[in-house]
């Protein structure tokens, strides 16, 4: 598989795959002082069409093989010219659970080559369909929640029409168990939309519905020119207020915004030198 690459100010790269089929997919290396991360995509697209992705923009093509899921990972390390085999995290182009068998597949090889189940991450709108199958991965989940009410999480990601939250959280409570680790919860903050006062108190108010072990990862959205979104400026303030009331709360830094390798941003148009 081909390949082209571009290296942000803060040292992400950010790689776009060709396919055997001209198929575009991205995956992102996210250099940190105590780790690396891989960011892995598991679908050519992505049906979800959740409103603040840029992804989303581009439709459903295909899902990809086990096969390409692995390579795109292989051809990082060897390209980094990594000794540690770094963590991964599907929060690439798609949605994982819509492609659990060769997902499910990609994780037993990267589990046989050394990986530990604990350093991977699916991340998930929520396919409840598929909550079983990935509960079986053995590996850790993040739930892109990214609203604390039904109506207002059905506007930003239409597939959350099929579910409530509600529901979500039962089958999280699942998951989350069996494993015997804390739920992430992703929530994109987007200015206006989901981070005032009373969008945190609701938040609460769920998460505390549902009462098991959380982390709460507020990510800052990262404007593209596929939606009319604004960042927040009120990440810190929803960071404390979860804190105060008693979660366990992070923020997470973008990294790679200037070659849109950040969150939400990947839709496989780089256009650098190919090297094979």
Known sequence: MEYTKQIAADQTVKYLFFTSDKSRIEAVFIPQKRTQVICLSSQVGCALKC???????L????????????????????DQGLKELPNIVFMGMGEPLLN???VSKAITYFHKKG?????MTLSTVGILHAFEAASKTGVNLALSLHAPTDDLRRKLIPLAQQSTIDELFQA???FSFRKHKPLMI???LIKGVNDQEEHMDQLIHVLRKHPFPYVINFIPYNPHAFAHFLRSERAQFCKEYLLRAGFKTFLREPRGEDISAACGMLVGTSQLHILS
């Open 51 to 57: 409103s603040f992705c840029a992804t989303g923009a």
């Open 59 to 78: 439709g459903f093509k295909r899902n990809l093989t086990h096969e390409e899921i692995i390579l795109q990972y292989d051809l990082i390390v060897q």
């Open 100 to 102: 659990m068998q060769e």
């Open 115 to 119: 990986l530990a189940k604990k350093k």
């Open 172 to 174: 999280c409570s699942v």
């Open 186 to 188: 992703e929530y994109v």
